[in-house]
């Protein structure tokens, strides 16, 4: 409650109350509305320039950031995830794909060689959350180079299965004549009796006992060279180039299913047993070549026989009989 003042009145002889002018009381309210919003102004100010108070805005923002930064977390989880992944493919790459196909694995750090050069995150710097975007932006650089290295890999691998598929095709992998048609296994490779001479001589292919006119079969795929009876001492024969160094040569037929330059494919019929050329009896003479050397081809037939035929079988070609040729 404001004070109340007097003056004295001459006139009068008394005290009268002093009125206050309305112009000065309007102008007293004006004074203290103005100050009280300056002061007011000055507070809100104040506050707005501390972390006492965030607007609106600022608060939308700083949940965003929030938000980003979870992201950002959420996305080194996924990219650990995919490092692991990745981790694991690289290692049966190394160690099981390359090796077996015989390639060889790629070095551990060509694999995690970095970038050199300019900064490639310079855009990125001067950020609150710079050095975070920058890890995270690097790790998925790093990532996406491993994933193109390894991709060629297998793209390379997937060559070398392709090669790997033809060369299995093509390696000469049964017996030429089948087990229920054959009489027996009567020769091996090694030194034998010759039929004609009696001498011991050098024996470099297997001789197969069966009737005339049992089938024969090519025993890996490849292109047919020849089919002739012009080789001294073979007879009727013929001749596959299988590729990667491979040729088998087939011996003392009757008669020819093939003609030179023909392909054939593993377990096509390609002719028939007979005696011609050099031969005591009905049989066929089988050779192997590799890089234009005989070898034995008891190791040849993993694709036709069973573990205990295999093992009859050595145990026949080891015994130093005379051959039919």
Request: aromatic share 10%; proline share 4%; glycine share 8%.
């Amino acid at each position: 409650m404001s004070k109340v003042k007097y003056y004295y009145d001459p006139d009068t002889l008394s005290y009268r109350k002093i009125e206050p002018k309305k112009s000065r009381k309007y102008r007293n309210i004006l004074f203290f509305i103005l100050g009280a919003a300056l002061f007011g102004l000055l507070g809100l100010t104040i506050l707005l320039n501390t972390s006492l108070v965030n607007t609106p805005k600022e608060l939308s923002l700083q949940r965003e950031v929030k938000n980003y930064e979870l992201q950002f977390e959420l996305l080194n989880k996924k990219m650990e995830q995919m490092e692991q992944v990745l981790a694991n493919i690289e290692d049966r790459d190394n160690n099981i794909y390359r090796l077996y196909f015989e390639a060889n694995p790629i070095p551990e750090e060509q694999r995690r060689a970095g970038f050199g050069g300019v900064n490639r995150y310079k855009s990125l710097e001067g950020f609150n959350n710079s050095e975070m975007i920058i890890a995270t932006s690097r790790r998925l650089d790093i990532i996406q180079k491993e994933m193109v290295i390894q991709s060629k890999s297998l793209d390379e691998i997937t060559k070398l299965a392709e090669e790997k598929e033809k060369l299995l095709a093509a390696i000469p992998a049964i017996q030429p004549i089948k087990n229920e048609e054959m009489t027996r296994m009567a020769s091996g490779f090694g030194w034998r009796s010759d039929p004609f001479t009696k001498a011991r001589k050098m024996h470099w292919g297997m001789d197969f006992t069966a009737p005339k006119g049992i089938p024969i079969y090519a025993t890996g795929d490849g292109k047919v060279t020849r089919a002739d009876n012009n080789s001294s001492g073979y007879g009727k024969h013929i001749r596959i180039d299988h590729g990667y160094g491979y040729m088998s040569l087939y011996g003392h037929l009757s008669k020819y299913n093939v003609r030179r330059g023909q392909k054939v494919e593993r377990g096509d019929l390609i002719g028939f047993v007979g005696s011609t050329g050099r031969s005591e009896a009905p049989h066929l003479h089988y050779e192997v070549w590799k890089d234009g050397e005989r070898i034995n081809p008891i190791n040849f037939y993993y694709g036709s026989l069973t573990a205990e035929e295999y093992e009859e079988m050595l145990k026949y070609a080891s015994q130093e009989n005379q051959s039919l040729d």
